[in-house]
């Protein structure tokens, strides 16, 4: 048995950023995984052929300072049926150049944003890097109503509540630009019609433009070593191939951790779980929290549809229908409208596999090349939205099965999906390696349903009730006890936001 200061469950890159910080504040941190490596989503292995790199999940780190950065100067794209496309990059005119073919005002519109966007970002920003309490709360409407004034402030409180669609149709004119933007909400669980959807098309659109984006030099996974280096180099203790059976509780405050080897650890000051809401109360307090409403809370968390990750090694880089230029971004996105990513939802949302799935196609080795042998590529395919248990497929194809039996047809008709799009896809395979919904949450059991993103950040369980009313700011009915992870405020993301801002709470800054 050991003694810590603080002992985590997971190791998260939230578990490792908050285990960082404690561990130079002089507290003696314990970290225990289940998992053989480290870094829960963000992680990188070579899933298809040896020399061969591929993110796990998360791929764009532009949320995260302090590593090896691969920049990024083409962002996103989008690749349209009849051969056109639109893309942003971080030079202005060459965005604002592309915008013009599609419309002179949205081209027009966009310099305005842009131009915009420093004061704008402050408070979204503030918000979004601020505990979820009523004096942070207060502090951030009472810059914004100085800064910006009443009318000013509305505004801003009108962009967090309303949906992509409404955003995107009172600000562009063009469907196409609309379509290009409206897949970053698709990236959490917003499709166009979802209230308080339309700051992340927003932020991640214009962010983009004004700061370009960063891969993990390497691999995504670059962040997790940079975090595990700090903890261990700290004193911390990072144990892999550690599987926490239960949390112990002494006089209502949790006191340690017990194994499923059977050893016992104590911690002095904090547990930190970084964990589903639903794997705290239905497993690691086997007799709950001694709050009914908080464990009701967590056991009806609602997780957003699942995604199916297909990880490509490659002789070359597609070959885009619509501009060789495409080989360039490191995101093409692939759905043509945001009525036909309503209806990829809807399918989802009804246990229906989708006609036609919304695509993330990554090519990180257009910007990093040392994800793969010299000449050859990865590509990284994320196929949102899709259920978790089949019950029917929209295009009649596929009869009805467990994802096991099923994962390998779907997988091929994402890839002649692309094909479309890039013809010749097929050929320049080398290897695959396909997960489904439940092979994601099998890696990693916070992915519950294959949900990537940890919860839906709908407005009814997002800013205060994230994950439950009472509870955004890390806390739980147990003294000692702290839940963070993108199950908390402020969400999903690679900026290990919830750690650190548990750790400042914890240690000080």
């Known amino acids: 048995m050991s003694e810590f200061d603080a002992i985590f469950v997971g190791a998260g890159h939230n578990s490792l950023a908050c285990a960082a910080h404690l561990a130079l504040k002089g507290w003696k941190t314990g970290i225990f995984e289940r998992s053989a490596a480290i870094g829960g ?72 944003l842009v131009a915009a966007f ?113 903890v261990t180099s700290a004193g911390g203790t990072i144990v892999t191939g550690a599987e926490v059976a239960e949390i112990t509780v002494a006089g209502g405050k949790a006191s340690g951790v017990r194994l499923a080897s059977g050893e016992t650890h104590t911690a002095t000051k904090a547990v930190i779980a970084g964990v589903a809401p639903r794997a705290l109360t239905g497993k690691l307090l086997p007799n709950g929290s001694g709050d009914a409403g908080f464990d009701t809370a967590m056991q009806k968390f609602r997780h957003a549809p699942g995604t199916m ?31 036909a990513m309503s209806r990829t939802y809807q399918q989802a949302m009804a246990g229906m596999l989708p006609d036609e799935p919304v695509l993330v196609v990554g090519q990180p080795t257009a910007v990093d090349p040392s994800r793969a042998p010299q000449g050859k590529h990865v590509l990284w395919v994320q196929v949102r939205m899709l259920p978790a248990e089949i019950l029917g497929d929209a295009a009649g194809k596929i009869a009805p099965a467990h994802w096991d039996q099923v994962k390998d047809v779907y997988a091929e008709r994402v890839l002649d999906t692309i094909e479309i799009y890039a013809p010749g896809l ?60 993108a199950a908390t405020w402020p969400g999903a993301g690679t900026g290990a936001a919830s750690g650190f801002m548990l750790a400042q709470q914890l240690g000080g800054r």
């Not at 962002?75 to 030079?91: K, T, Y």
């Not at 970002?121 to 709360?137: D, I, V, W």
């Not at 800013?463 to 806390?475: S, V």
Request: glycine share 10%; net charge negative; hydrophobic share 45%.
């Open 41 to 112: 989503a963000v992680q990188t292995h070579e899933y298809t052929l040896p020399g061969f790199r591929h993110d796990f999940g998360a791929m764009n780190l532009s949320l995260f300072a302090g590593s090896a950065f691969a920049p990024v100067a083409d962002c996103f794209a989008s690749a349209f049926p009849d051969g056109r496309w639109f893309g942003v990059s971080n030079d202005l005119e060459r965005t604002a150049t592309r915008l013009a073919a599609f419309s002179a005002a949205d081209a027009a519109t966009w310099r305005k």
């Open 118 to 230: 420093p004061a704008e970002a402050e408070h979204l920003f503030r918000l979004l890097g601020s505990p979820m309490s009523a004096r942070a709360l207060a502090g951030t409407a009472w810059n914004l109503w100085r800064k910006k004034g009443m009318s000013g402030a509305l505004d801003t409180g009108r962009l967090l509540l309303s949906s992509p669609r409404a955003w995107l149709e009172e600000t562009f004119e063009s469907p196409y630009v609309r379509a290009t933007l409206a897949t970053w909400g698709m990236h959490l669980d917003f499709a166009p019609d979802i209230a308080g959807g339309a700051v992340f098309p927003y932020l991640e659109s214009i962010a983009n433009q004004s700061f370009g984006m960063v891969l993990g030099k390497g691999g995504a996974d670059t962040i997790i070593r940079a975090l595990a280096g700090m």
């Open 309 to 339: 990750m297909i990880h490509l090694a490659l002789d070359d880089l597609p070959d885009w229908r619509a501009g060789a230029e495409l080989r360039q971004f490191a995101y093409v996105h692939l759905s043509p409208s945001l009525d």
């Open 426 to 485: 097929h050929a320049k395979i080398l290897g695959r390696a396909v997960f489904s919904p439940i092979d994601l949450e099998r890696e990693n059991p916070n992915l519950v349903g294959g949900d990537q993103v940890c919860g839906s950040h709908h407005l009814a369980q997002n800013f205060l009730f994230r994950p439950a009313r009472g509870y955004a700011g890390w806390n739980t009915p147990v003294g000692n006890l702290h839940l963070i992870g």
